[in-house]
């Protein structure tokens, strides 16, 4: 899955990546100024060719934003580097089935051939281990359940990484529409300032009302520099994430629609990276118990070596075939103990599993609930804001007929702005809450990847 998203693989992975913006942070692993400054994109590479993409700085997508920021993380390369060791000690738990060459050099001095002098010893073994009453059969296991549990933590790794990336996206895009909405409400102010003007010229309307209507604009403007100062923070935020600034990324409406575009937000509880982990580390328990009680007993194989020595008359130039049997009793209970801390463990294990399964719950409920609340909020909003602009355009008639002051169509105005803030702000919980749904289910970077693939 982690592979397939946006076609990168994370194994050997990089990124070109420094914005055309103004002062992008430099990318950690490699990039090429020139090339992205020339061409206003960034290429993600992947270990094949053939599967790597150029995304378009300017108006990036959700998708394209996340795909970027997996490709560069380091705590996926953290993990991906973790499932590399993991797998590693797999092949050193099977390697104890395999025989062992065993040799041993001793150049000294002593008595060789009755004389004297500097001389040589060595020798030269095999072994085959034969059966443990299940140890070495338990390390497997355990080492197996170990790879697969740290395979699910970078899945899981990486949906975190992702629902990191989506909320800084969101949160940049929100603030992207309320600075366009802060613009609509100058313009607006400035219009009516221009109305208010030319009816002060005629004699219809007193001069305050045109010191009002300046008033008016410039808290207008200070709004708008409250809304630009929110987009550069979360502009500052993404570029940590991807690497580069975009100065125009997809609308709120845009994002929701390629959500929306994603499906129902449901799966199976049991699937999702996390308690998949939680569940290879209770097998991983499970297994280390089974070593535990096996290493009670004695472990059985078959020997064979050869020795020789520089010394003509030797005897230990004899070779030898047997049965090794080897192992070992602790005074202290130490096997005891190991069987008691392995049983601990387990039971440790088997509550994290239940405690991750809690947690994932929770955090689906919660987010469907934050669902339905922005859902309600967005249709609330959007219609206070058509009330708003019809009781504005009222006022406005009223006031040109001396029936309403000015600061009522100044103050609708404004509610507008309010009212538009608010729905843009329920907009932004209403995605967010769906994205932490997909990742709590573990299937956001699955579903984008899907969606990319789609993509013409």
Same mark, same amino acid.
């Given at each position: 899955?982690?592979?397939?998203?946006?076609?990168?693989?994370?194994?050997?992975?990089?990124?070109?990546?420094?914005?055309?913006?103004?002062?992008?942070?430099?990318?950690?692993?490699?990039?090429?100024?020139?090339?992205?400054?020339?061409?206003?994109?960034?290429?993600?590479?992947?270990?094949?060719?053939?599967?790597?993409?150029?995304?378009?700085?300017?108006?990036?997508?959700?998708?394209?934003?996340?795909?970027?920021?997996?490709?560069?993380?380091?705590?996926?390369?953290?993990?991906?580097?973790?499932?590399?060791?993991?797998?590693?000690?797999?092949?050193?738990?099977?390697?104890?089935?395999?025989?062992?060459?065993?040799?041993?050099?001793?150049?000294?001095?002593?008595?060789?051939?009755?004389?004297?002098?500097?001389?040589?010893?060595?020798?030269?073994?095999?072994?085959?281990?034969?059966?443990?009453?299940?140890?070495?059969?338990?390390?497997?296991?355990?080492?197996?359940?170990?790879?697969?549990?740290?395979?699910?933590?970078?899945?899981?790794? %990486?949906?975190?990484?992702?629902?990191?990336? +989506? $909320? /800084?996206?969101?949160?940049? =895009?929100?603030?992207?529409?309320? #600075? *366009?909405?802060?613009?609509?409400?100058?313009?607006?102010?400035?219009?009516?300032?221009?109305?208010?003007?030319?009816?002060?010229?005629?004699?219809?309307?007193?001069?305050?009302?045109?010191?009002?209507?300046?008033?008016?604009?410039?808290?207008?403007?200070?709004?708008?520099?409250?809304?630009?100062?929110?987009?550069?923070?979360?502009?500052?935020?993404?570029?940590?994430?991807?690497?580069?600034?975009?100065?125009?990324?997809?609308?709120?409406?845009?994002?929701?629609?390629?959500?929306?575009?994603?499906?129902?937000?449901?799966?199976?509880?049991?699937? %999702?990276?996390?308690?998949?982990?939680?569940? +290879? $580390? /209770?097998?991983?328990?499970? =297994?280390?118990?089974?070593?535990? #009680? *096996?290493?009670?007993?004695?472990?059985?194989?078959?020997?064979?070596?050869?020795?020789?020595?520089?010394?003509?008359?030797?005897?230990?130039?004899?070779?030898?075939?047997?049965?090794?049997?080897?192992?070992?009793?602790?005074?202290?209970?130490?096997?005891?103990?190991?069987?008691?801390?392995?049983?601990?463990?387990?039971?440790?294990?088997?509550?994290?599993?239940?405690?991750?399964?809690?947690?994932?719950?929770?955090?689906?409920?919660?987010?469907?609930?934050?669902?339905?609340?922005?859902?309600?909020?967005?249709?609330?909003?959007?219609?206070?804001?058509?009330?708003?602009?019809?009781?504005?355009?009222?006022?406005?008639?009223?006031?040109?007929?001396?029936?309403?002051?000015?600061?009522?169509?100044?103050?609708?105005?404004?509610?507008?702005?309010?009212?538009?803030?608010?729905?843009?702000?329920?907009?932004?919980?209403?995605?967010?809450?769906?994205?932490?749904?997909?990742?709590?289910?573990?299937?956001?970077?699955?579903?984008?990847?899907?969606?990319?693939?789609?993509?013409?």
């Amino acid at each position: 899955m982690v592979a397939a998203f946006c076609a990168i693989g994370l194994a050997g992975c990089e990124t070109g990546a420094t914005g055309p913006a103004a002062n992008p942070p430099v990318n950690r692993q490699s990039g090429s100024t020139s090339e992205v400054l020339h061409t206003g994109s960034v290429r993600v590479a992947a270990s094949k060719p053939s599967e790597a993409l150029r995304i378009k700085i300017e108006g990036m997508n959700l998708a394209e934003a996340i795909g970027i920021a997996i490709s560069r993380h380091p705590d996926i390369s953290r993990a991906n580097a973790v499932v590399a060791q993991s797998a590693s000690e797999v092949a050193i738990a099977r390697s104890a089935w395999y025989p062992a060459l065993t040799y041993n050099v001793q150049p000294g001095y002593g008595t060789f051939g009755g004389e004297r002098k500097a001389g040589l010893h060595g020798s030269l073994g095999v072994t085959q281990l034969i059966y443990d009453f299940g140890k070495t059969p338990g390390q497997v296991s355990a080492a197996s359940a170990t790879l697969s549990q740290r395979r699910h933590l970078l899945n899981d790794t %990486t949906e975190t990484v992702a629902y990191e990336t +989506a $909320a /800084v996206f969101v949160e940049l =895009a929100a603030g992207q529409d309320m #600075k *366009a909405a802060a613009s609509r409400q100058v313009k607006a102010l400035q219009d009516i300032h221009a109305k208010i003007r030319q009816r002060v010229q005629a004699g219809l309307s007193d001069a305050s009302d045109q010191s009002q209507a300046d008033v008016a604009i410039q808290r207008a403007s200070a709004e708008g520099l409250k809304a630009g100062t929110r987009f550069d923070l979360s502009a500052g935020k993404l570029a940590e994430l991807i690497g580069v600034r975009p100065q125009r990324i997809a609308t709120l409406a845009g994002t929701q629609k390629l959500l929306q575009s994603l499906g129902a937000e449901a799966g199976n509880l049991e699937q %999702t990276p996390a308690i998949r982990a939680a569940s +290879a $580390a /209770v097998d991983a328990a499970d =297994a280390q118990l089974r070593v535990a #009680k *096996a290493d009670r007993w004695p472990s059985l194989g078959i020997t064979a070596s050869q020795s020789r020595s520089s010394a003509a008359d030797s005897s230990d130039d004899k070779p030898f075939v047997g049965l090794a049997i080897s192992g070992g009793f602790s005074l202290g209970g130490l096997a005891q103990h190991k069987v008691a801390a392995a049983e601990a463990e387990k039971r440790a294990s088997a509550q994290a599993l239940e405690n991750q399964r809690l947690v994932t719950r929770t955090a689906l409920g919660s987010a469907e609930t934050e669902t339905a609340g922005a859902a309600a909020r967005l249709v609330s909003y959007n219609k206070v804001i058509a009330l708003t602009r019809s009781s504005r355009d009222l006022y406005w008639q009223e006031y040109t007929l001396n029936k309403r002051p000015l600061t009522d169509v100044i103050n609708a105005e404004r509610d507008v702005y309010t009212a538009e803030g608010e729905r843009i702000n329920a907009a932004a919980d209403g995605i967010v809450s769906k994205i932490k749904a997909y990742a709590a289910l573990g299937r956001l970077t699955a579903m984008l990847s899907q969606k990319m693939r789609e993509k013409p």
